[in-house]
């Protein structure tokens, strides 16, 4: 059952254990979770900053808000950088001013989500498709907001058994899904090239590149050293572990929003 709920709250006093009985306004699905830390991290942006608009179902809402905002006269002079073309158009449609990485190398925050968060504040990314965008825009910001629903937390990275993404480029890319494949032996990974669920191509991101999605069945350990070995092969082009990139992440969940910063 989806209620009414105040995107501001933070807190866990709308906690009610006995829910069944109770006709307290409390059960949120997990768009409105996406909601409540997407509005949450909105509230870390400052008038004349320039922002990272991340991609995906959570970071939608923050857009969202950040137009919204921007609309009302609260929020003035941002500069909006999106992190893919459809994050590009949504904000165009909110008439939020947008910029690239180029003309502004520095941004003052990116909030973007994630598809895991482990303890120590990893992420991988790019179940979206937009890990190569993501990463560049959020590297260069000095701050790297994160936004989940309390679904996204993981004991360690590729506990949650779904996907790693990795773009590697189209040519030969059977070779590449090979490689990367006999990389995670050890953790018993299987690789699988992402395809459109409509016509069973290949999906092709901004970038014009492919994905190979990683599935582990066991821990692949020391994520660094992953993450090298798999920039180290010929034909990809950048993987979905962010590794000690956040620096706060956001997380609501039916006990309420924390939000965690980087020590
Ligand atoms: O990395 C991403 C896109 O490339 C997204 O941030 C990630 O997939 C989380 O998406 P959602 O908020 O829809 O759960």
């Given at each position: 059952m989806a209620l009414a709920y105040d995107p501001h709250f933070i807190g866990s006093e709308n906690l009610d254990d006995d829910a069944a009985t109770s006709p307290s306004p409390l059960v949120l699905t997990q768009d409105e979770l996406k909601k409540i830390a997407a509005y949450k991290a909105v509230e870390f942006v400052t008038s004349g900053m320039v922002v990272g608009l991340g991609t995906g179902s959570t970071s939608k809402h923050a857009v969202d808000r950040l137009g919204e905002l921007l609309r009302q006269g609260v929020l003035t002079d941002i500069v909006g950088i999106p992190t893919s073309k459809r994050t590009h158009e949504q904000a165009l449609s909110l008439d939020i001013p947008l910029s690239d990485i180029e003309t502004h190398p520095v941004l003052d925050l990116a909030i973007d989500g994630a598809d895991e968060v482990d303890p120590e504040m990893n992420l991988v990314k790019g179940r979206g498709g937009s890990l190569l965008r993501e990463k560049m825009i959020e590297c260069a910001s000095k701050k790297f907001v994160v936004i989940v629903d309390e679904?996204?937390?993981?004991?360690?990275?590729g506990g949650s058994g779904l996907a790693m993404p990795v773009e590697i480029v189209p040519f030969c890319w059977k070779f590449t899904l090979h490689m990367l494949q006999s990389l995670f032996q050890e953790a018993d990974c299987v690789a699988k090239l992402r395809t459109s669920?409509?016509?069973?191509?290949p999906y092709v991101t901004d970038n014009s590149n492919y994905i190979i999605d990683l599935y582990f069945k066991k821990n692949i350990g020391d994520l660094k050293a992953a993450g090298d070995a798999m920039l180290r092969l010929p034909g990809v082009v950048e993987h979905g572990l962010f590794l000690g990139m956040a620096t706060t992440v956001i997380v609501a969940g039916k006990l309420g929003v924390t939000v965690k910063n980087k020590s």
């Open positions: 679904s996204k937390l993981v004991d360690y990275i669920s409509e016509t069973g191509e």
